[in-house]
């Protein structure tokens, strides 16, 4: 039973182009998020949403539109696809939403971008 | 904001020794920590994590220790095994309740 799932594992596309990503949690968790992990294994959360509303929204560009139609879903649309959005991108979860209570998060196992 | 660091990027260590990961964070409002493990090809995964009102954590094989004075966090595992090695990161939750994550440092452990 996978707690939380991303599809596609890979993702190989043209740059210009309009990509989503999917993610799935079966954990009964009321928060998930987006992180983007660079070719240094940076990690650099993106976008955090509770319960279907957006809750942390970094400096991502507007290009990269997060979509939760329910609590455990979240998917990652991304327009105008380029170079520099090549990456690794997770989805996580946690029952809290890190305001105070116990912030584990538990990851996806990835989305590896790469923009031609 | 926060800004997390691992003192070294890299650790090599001989299989049965005691390993230990260092990282500094920057804010001193920093009221949680959590150390994960990323082997190669998955997502992050939880190990162990800390409060600021403790000093000390333990788990199996390994153990979180946290010197607000000096903002400095580590984690030692103990009798190091080949499954251990993997990319470590260390994170802490600022007050604007974002997890920050380090860069991480990659532990090779040695036959």
């Known amino acids: 039973d996978t707690a939380v799932s991303q599809t596609p594992k890979y993702l190989v596309t043209q740059m210009g182009n309009d990509k989503s990503i999917k993610c799935e949690q079966n954990?009964?968790?009321?928060?998930m998020y987006w992180y983007k992990q660079d070719s240094k294994k940076f990690l650099k959360i993106m976008f955090s949403?509770?319960?279907?509303?957006?809750?942390i929204n970094e400096t991502v560009p507007n290009r990269f539109s997060p979509k939760s139609p329910d609590k455990a879903h979240l998917n990652l649309h991304i327009n105008s696809l380029e170079l520099g959005d090549s990456a690794v991108y997770f989805c996580?979860?946690?029952?809290?939403?890190?305001?105070?209570?116990?912030?584990?998060?538990?990851f996806g196992p990835g989305t590896r971008l790469t923009v031609l | 904001g926060e800004n997390v660091g691992l003192h070294l990027p890299t650790l090599s260590v001989q299989e049965g020794d005691n390993s230990i990961i260092n990282c500094a964070y920057s804010?001193?409002?920093?009221?949680?920590f959590i150390w994960y493990k990323q082997e190669s090809g998955k997502g992050p995964q939880f190990i162990i994590d800390?409060?600021?009102?403790?000093d000390k954590r333990q788990g199996q094989r390994v153990t979180v220790l946290l010197n607000k004075t000096v903002k400095h966090l580590s984690l030692q595992i103990a009798a190091t095994q080949p499954g251990d090695s993997a990319v470590y990161f260390c994170?802490?939750?600022?007050?604007?309740?974002?997890?920050?994550f380090g860069a991480g440092t990659t532990v090779t452990v040695r036959a």
């Open positions: 994170a802490a939750r600022s007050n604007d309740y974002k997890l920050s």
């Open positions: 949403y509770n319960n279907k509303e957006l809750i």
């Open positions: 800390i409060r600021s009102n403790m």
């Open positions: 954990l009964g968790h009321d928060t």
């Open positions: 996580a979860s946690s029952q809290e939403t890190g305001r105070g209570g116990r912030d584990e998060q538990f």
């Open positions: 804010n001193s409002a920093s009221d949680y």
